[in-house]
C-alpha cells in the first residue's frame, strides 16, 4: 500500500471520529434535553401510581435495551472480516431468542403480577415485555450502522425516536390512559429504533441461515451481555424490591428520583467515556504516561461531577416544584441521597474503561457480579427499616466500590492512593463548601423560582472563583481551551 494510500485513509478516520464526536455529543445534549421535557409533562400529568407501576418493570425495560446495545453488535464491530453469513447468522439467532424470552415472560405474567401483588401487571407486562421481542430483529442493522461509523445517521435515528415516542406517551397521558402512556412510550421507541435502523441499512436477512459464524463471536459477546444485564439487575434490583414489600407510590417517586440523578451523570460519563478509551490505548504500556493521563482524567471528572451532581441535589425541592409539582415532593429526600450515588458513578465509570482498555473486562464483570449480590444483601437487610435507610446504604455501599476499584486501579496502573485523594478531595471539599455558603446565603429568599435561579447561579460562579483561588489547573486549561476555540472561529 502506498504512503499516500495510508494518508487517505488516516484522513477520513480522522474526519470520521471528528464527525462522530460532534454528533455523539449533540445526540446525547439532544436526549436530555428531550428527555427531560417530555419528563416534566409527563411527570406533570400522571401520577405516582402509574409510575410506580411502570418502574416495577423497569428491569425487564432495562434488559430490552441492554440486548439491543451488548453482545453481538460489539462482537460484530469488533470482526475486520464480517460478512453477510455473519450478520444474518445473528439476525436469525436473536429473532429466535426474543421469540423465545417473550414467550416466556408472556405466560410469567402472573406470576410476576402475583410477586408485587397487582392484578394489572398482567396486560401491562405483556407490552412492556414486546421491547424484547422488537430489539431482538434491530441488532444486526444496528451493528452494521455502528461499525461503519455512520454517528449522524443514528444520532438522528435516536433522535426521531425520542421525539415520536415522547408525543406518544404525553398524547395517551393527556387522554387519561394513566400507566399505559409509559408502557407504549417505551415500545414505540424501540420499535421505532428498529424501523429506522432498518430503513437506513441497505442489508438484509435471508433464508436459508448458517448458524456457524456465531462460533467465532459467542464468547466474546457473551461476556459483553452478561457484564451489562449485571449492570442493568443492579441498577433497577431497588425497583424490584421496592414494588414487592412497598407501595406503587413509593416505588414512583424512587423512580422519579432516579430518573433525575441518573440523566445528569448520564452527561458526564458519557462526556467521559467518549475519550477514556482511546486516550488509554495511546499511552500503550508506558506507566508513567498512564498515571498522569489516569490523574488528569479523574481530576477533570471530579472536577464536573461533584458540582453538578451534589448541585442537583442542593437545588432538589425547588426543582421538582418547579417542574413536576408539588405531588413529587416525597422524591426529594430519595433524590438527595441518589446525587451522592450520581457524583460517584462517572469516577467508577472512568476506572471501568481503564480496566476494559487494558484487557481486563474480567474484572468489570466479576466486580459488578460481587457488588449485585452485596446489593441484594443490602435490600434483604434494611428493606424493613424504611426507603431512604435502604437507599442510604445503597449510595454507601458504592462509596466502598469506589474504595474496592481504586485499590485495583493501584495494582493495575500503580495509580497511587494520595493521587486518587488528590483527585477527589479538593472538588468534593469545594463543592460541599460552596453549597453550605449559598444555603445560608439564600435563606431570606421565599419564592421559589427566585430560590432556584439564586442557588444555581449563586453555587456556579462561587464554584467557579473557589477554583479560580485556589488555582485549580482544569479551570485553567479549560479556559484557555474555550479562548482558542472562540479564537479560532473568529
Same mark, same amino acid.
Given at each position: 500500500?502506498?504512503?499516500?494510500?495510508?494518508?487517505?485513509?488516516?484522513?477520513?478516520?480522522?474526519?470520521?471520529?471528528?464527525?462522530?464526536?460532534? *454528533?455523539?455529543?449533540?445526540?446525547?445534549?439532544?436526549?436530555?434535553?428531550?428527555?427531560?421535557?417530555?419528563?416534566?409533562?409527563?411527570? =406533570?400529568?400522571? $401520577?405516582?401510581?402509574?409510575?410506580?407501576?411502570?418502574?416495577?418493570?423497569?428491569?425487564?425495560?432495562?434488559? /430490552?435495551?441492554?440486548?439491543?446495545?451488548?453482545?453481538?453488535?460489539?462482537?460484530?464491530?469488533?470482526?475486520? $472480516?464480517?460478512?453477510? $453469513?455473519?450478520?444474518?447468522?445473528?439476525?436469525?439467532?436473536?429473532?429466535?431468542?426474543?421469540?423465545?424470552?417473550?414467550?416466556?415472560?408472556?405466560?410469567? /405474567?402472573?406470576?410476576?403480577?402475583?410477586?408485587?401483588?397487582?392484578?394489572?401487571?398482567?396486560?401491562?407486562? =405483556?407490552?412492556?415485555?414486546?421491547?424484547? %421481542?422488537?430489539?431482538?430483529?434491530?441488532?444486526?442493522?444496528?451493528?452494521?450502522?455502528?461499525?461503519?461509523?455512520?454517528?449522524?445517521?443514528?444520532?438522528?435515528?435516536?433522535?426521531?425516536?425520542?421525539?415520536?415516542?415522547?408525543?406518544?406517551?404525553?398524547?395517551?397521558?393527556?387522554?387519561?390512559?394513566?400507566?399505559?402512556?409509559?408502557?407504549?412510550? !417505551?415500545?414505540?421507541?424501540?420499535?421505532?429504533?428498529?424501523?429506522?435502523?432498518? =430503513?437506513?441499512?441497505?442489508?438484509?436477512?435471508?433464508?436459508?441461515?448458517?448458524? #456457524?459464524?456465531?462460533?467465532?463471536?459467542?464468547?466474546?459477546?457473551?461476556?459483553?451481555?452478561?457484564?451489562?444485564? +449485571?449492570?442493568?439487575?443492579?441498577? !433497577?434490583?431497588?425497583?424490584?424490591?421496592?414494588?414487592?414489600?412497598?407501595?406503587?407510590?413509593?416505588?414512583?417517586?424512587?423512580?422519579?428520583?432516579?430518573?433525575?440523578?441518573?440523566?445528569?451523570?448520564?452527561?458526564?460519563?458519557?462526556?467521559?467515556?467518549?475519550?477514556?478509551? @482511546?486516550?488509554?490505548?495511546?499511552?500503550?504500556?508506558?506507566?508513567?504516561?498512564?498515571? #498522569?493521563?489516569?490523574?488528569?482524567?479523574?481530576?477533570?471528572?471530579?472536577?464536573?461531577?461533584?458540582?453538578?451532581?451534589?448541585?442537583?441535589?442542593? +437545588?432538589?425541592?425547588?426543582?421538582?416544584?418547579?417542574?413536576?409539582?408539588?405531588?413529587?415532593?416525597? &422524591? +426529594?429526600?430519595?433524590?438527595?441521597?441518589?446525587?451522592?450515588?450520581?457524583?460517584?458513578? @462517572?469516577?467508577?465509570?472512568?476506572?471501568?474503561?481503564? &480496566?476494559?482498555?487494558?484487557?481486563?473486562? $474480567?474484572?468489570?464483570?466479576?466486580?459488578?457480579?460481587?457488588?449485585?449480590?452485596?446489593?441484594?444483601?443490602? &435490600?434483604?437487610?434494611?428493606?424493613?427499616?424504611?426507603?431512604?435507610?435502604?437507599?442510604?446504604?445503597?449510595?454507601?455501599?458504592?462509596?466502598?466500590?469506589?474504595?474496592?476499584?481504586? +485499590?485495583?486501579?493501584?495494582?493495575?496502573?500503580?495509580?497511587?492512593?494520595?493521587?486518587?485523594?488528590?483527585?477527589?478531595?479538593?472538588?468534593?471539599? &469545594?463543592?460541599? %463548601?460552596?453549597?453550605?455558603?449559598?444555603?445560608?446565603?439564600?435563606? @431570606?429568599?421565599?419564592?421559589? *423560582?427566585?430560590?432556584?435561579? /439564586?442557588?444555581?447561579?449563586?453555587? /456556579?460562579?462561587?464554584?467557579?472563583?473557589?477554583?479560580?483561588?485556589?488555582?485549580?489547573?482544569?479551570?485553567?486549561?479549560?479556559?484557555?481551551?474555550?479562548?482558542?476555540?472562540?479564537?479560532?472561529?473568529?
Amino acid at each position: 500500500m502506498t504512503r499516500g494510500r495510508l494518508v487517505n485513509r488516516d484522513s477520513s478516520l480522522k474526519g470520521k471520529t471528528a464527525s462522530g464526536l460532534l *454528533w455523539g455529543g449533540f445526540s446525547n445534549g439532544m436526549q436530555q434535553l428531550l428527555g427531560l421535557f417530555f419528563g416534566i409533562f409527563l411527570a =406533570r400529568t400522571l $401520577d405516582t401510581h402509574d409510575y410506580g407501576m411502570v418502574g416495577m418493570l423497569a428491569i425487564f425495560s432495562a434488559l /430490552a435495551n441492554t440486548l439491543q446495545e451488548s453482545g453481538f453488535t460489539a462482537a460484530l464491530t469488533n470482526k475486520k $472480516d464480517a460478512a453477510s $453469513d455473519d450478520y444474518n447468522a445473528v439476525f436469525w439467532f436473536n429473532t429466535l431468542m426474543g421469540l423465545g424470552m417473550y414467550g416466556i415472560l408472556f405466560f410469567c /405474567a402472573p406470576l410476576i403480577a402475583a410477586c408485587f401483588g397487582e392484578p394489572e401487571l398482567v396486560p401491562l407486562s =405483556r407490552v412492556v415485555f414486546l421491547g424484547f %421481542l422488537i430489539s431482538s430483529i434491530g441488532i444486526a442493522h444496528n451493528a452494521i450502522l455502528f461499525k461503519e461509523m455512520k454517528v449522524r445517521q443514528t444520532s438522528l435515528i435516536s433522535l426521531t425516536a425520542l421525539v415520536l415516542s415522547g408525543c406518544t406517551g404525553l398524547t395517551m397521558a393527556l387522554c387519561g390512559m394513566g400507566y399505559w402512556s409509559l408502557a407504549w412510550q !417505551n415500545v414505540v421507541f424501540i420499535a421505532c429504533l428498529t424501523v429506522l435502523r432498518w =430503513r437506513c441499512s441497505d442489508w438484509r436477512p435471508s433464508l436459508p441461515v448458517d448458524f #456457524r459464524p456465531l462460533k467465532g463471536m459467542f464468547g466474546f459477546s457473551v461476556r459483553l451481555l452478561l457484564t451489562n444485564l +449485571v449492570n442493568q439487575v443492579n441498577s !433497577n434490583l431497588f425497583s424490584v424490591i421496592l414494588g414487592r414489600y412497598y407501595t406503587p407510590s413509593d416505588v414512583g417517586h424512587y423512580t422519579q428520583a432516579y430518573k433525575w440523578i441518573g440523566m445528569g451523570q448520564q452527561t458526564v460519563s458519557g462526556m467521559v467515556n467518549s475519550v477514556a478509551q @482511546p486516550v488509554f490505548a495511546q499511552a500503550g504500556d508506558n506507566r508513567e504516561r498512564r498515571i #498522569r493521563i489516569l490523574s488528569k482524567l479523574l481530576r477533570f471528572t471530579s472536577f464536573v461531577s461533584f458540582p453538578a451532581l451534589l448541585g442537583l441535589g442542593f +437545588v432538589s425541592r425547588e426543582f421538582i416544584l418547579v417542574t413536576i409539582g408539588e405531588k413529587w415532593l416525597p &422524591a +426529594v429526600p430519595l433524590m438527595q441521597l441518589l446525587c451522592v450515588f450520581g457524583a460517584l458513578w @462517572p469516577v467508577l465509570s472512568l476506572y471501568f474503561q481503564v &480496566a476494559v482498555s487494558m484487557g481486563r473486562s $474480567d474484572l468489570y464483570f466479576w466486580s459488578n457480579l460481587m457488588f449485585g449480590a452485596m446489593q441484594s444483601g443490602i &435490600a434483604c437487610l434494611m428493606f424493613r427499616f424504611g426507603i431512604l435507610r435502604m437507599v442510604g446504604a445503597y449510595v454507601c455501599g458504592y462509596i466502598l466500590l469506589l474504595l474496592v476499584w481504586q +485499590v485495583l486501579m493501584n495494582r493495575l496502573t500503580g495509580f497511587p492512593y494520595k493521587a486518587f485523594l488528590k483527585g477527589i478531595l479538593p472538588y468534593a471539599g &469545594a463543592t460541599l %463548601l460552596v453549597i453550605g455558603g449559598m444555603y445560608y446565603a439564600t435563606l @431570606p429568599i421565599g419564592n421559589t *423560582w427566585l430560590l432556584l435561579t /439564586a442557588k444555581v447561579i449563586g453555587t /456556579a460562579l462561587l464554584y467557579v472563583a473557589v477554583m479560580k483561588v485556589c488555582h485549580s489547573d482544569i479551570l485553567d486549561e479549560c479556559r484557555i481551551y474555550f479562548k482558542a476555540k472562540f479564537m479560532s472561529n473568529d
